[in-house]
């Protein structure tokens, strides 16, 4: 049994109180899962409303180090930061409430995928947001190995702990939706990128390869990433569950409390701890989920053991704190040919898999990359949007 103890000084969290207190051992692993947004980002949450204000790498930097520290000086040894926290996930310029959204948008086609409502940047179809915002946003990129990233693993190194970063980053061309583990001593443990940007998030970002799915022993038990909507899709979960983590980290970019009307079905907590959930209970893993608003930990039962609410005050409240006693991980089973995600499990799928459907690979498997120069060109207008 792996004992969970929530952090969180002091607030009501899931149910009861608790303070930040305790040290760090390898049995002791205390995530600090950060859930207030990046300085140049809009609020209230939901808000779509951006008018002057502009991405900014340097400041979410800055703010990240503060939270390092403070994450360090409250007993954690590990932090999480939300998807595409550096240097934000966008919203756009204009604030359409949810009641005056149109619904033809926000429409769920099962044939396509369950989340092609997902837009990027929030709401982009109502204003022309690739040329109001999108050059800044590049520009604001991270550069892997240039000053920025390199500030970030210097404040890694200094408060020793192991980072969970999620960040828009500029190679080469393209765009992509990057993920990393990074160790005390600086080292990558994990690279990936976003293996199938969800929705609209695709027009802008390169998609990633399945080689970078992978799960790895760290001094606190096996570990692996996803992000956001990847927690949707057997292409992407799968792997993940067949490789036998113990816990995982999840991020999303934003997230609004259960039952919330401002916020859009896929925003809102419901669909998203039920996805998590289900994760955690085909994966026998822990899940942490930060996300700026509602943020959250499931369990290998895909319960919901700690919570905060969206509506938590930032700045007495900038992280969720979660303990394990991770004394009972077994980190030398990397793979159990008896689970529901192993390779018999596969094969049966692939056996028993519809013989009436055509071998036809489709659209939406083929690995899309989107060049920057594209981007920048203005061919791409985001505000384009079919009402009828």
């Not at 060049?371 to 920048?376: A, P, R, T, V």
Request: hydrophobic residues 40%; charged residues 15%.
């Amino acid at each position: 049994m792996h004992l969970g103890v929530t952090l969180l000084a002091p607030i009501a969290l899931h149910g009861f109180l608790a303070h930040a207190t305790g040290t760090s051992n390898d049995s002791n692993l205390t995530v600090a899962l950060v859930r207030a947004p990046p300085p140049d980002w809009p609020l209230p949450v939901y808000s779509y409303k951006w008018d002057d204000i502009m991405p900014n790498l340097n400041s979410s930097i800055d703010k990240a180090i503060d939270y390092m520290h403070e994450a360090k000086e409250n007993g954690a040894n590990w932090i999480l930061f939300p998807e595409l926290w550096f240097p934000g996930y966008v919203t756009p310029i204009t604030l359409f409430p949810s009641s005056q959204r149109p619904t033809l948008f926000f429409q769920v086609s099962i044939h396509n995928s369950i989340l092609t409502s997902f837009s990027f940047p929030k709401g982009a179809l109502y204003n022309n947001w690739t040329n109001t915002h999108l050059p800044s946003y590049i520009a604001n990129a991270m550069v892997v190995g240039g000053p920025e990233w390199n500030r970030l693993i210097s404040a890694i190194k200094a408060t020793k702990l192991y980072a969970g970063l999620t960040f828009a980053q500029r190679a080469g061309d393209n765009l992509y939706m990057a993920q990393t583990l990074i160790s005390p001593l600086g080292d990558q443990l994990i690279f990936r990128h976003k293996l199938r940007p969800s929705g609209d998030e695709r027009d802008i970002f390169s998609d990633g390869t399945m080689d970078q799915l992978k799960v790895i022993t760290s001094a606190y038990g096996r570990v692996g990433m996803l992000e956001c909507g990847e927690h949707w899709y057997p292409s992407m979960t799968f792997p993940m569950q067949a490789q036998t983590e113990n816990f995982h980290l999840g991020p999303f970019p934003y997230m609004g409390n259960p039952g919330d009307s401002r916020y859009l079905w896929w925003e809102g907590a419901e669909a998203n701890t039920g996805a998590v959930g289900v994760y955690s209970n085909l994966a026998g893993a822990y899940s942490f989920v930060a996300a700026v608003g509602y943020s959250f930990v499931s369990s290998p039962l895909a319960q919901v053991v700690a919570s905060i609410s969206a509506d938590a005050s930032f700045e007495k409240h900038p992280m969720l704190y979660h303990t394990l006693d991770t004394t009972s991980f077994n980190t030398s089973e990397t793979y159990d040919p008896d689970s529901q995600a192993s390779w018999g499990v596969l094969q049966q799928i692939y056996n028993g898999f519809p013989g009436y459907i055509p071998k036809i690979e489709g659209s939406l498997v083929p690995e899309k990359n989107v060049s920057i120069d594209y981007l920048l060109s203005g061919a791409l207008n985001s505000s384009q949007i079919d009402y009828n």
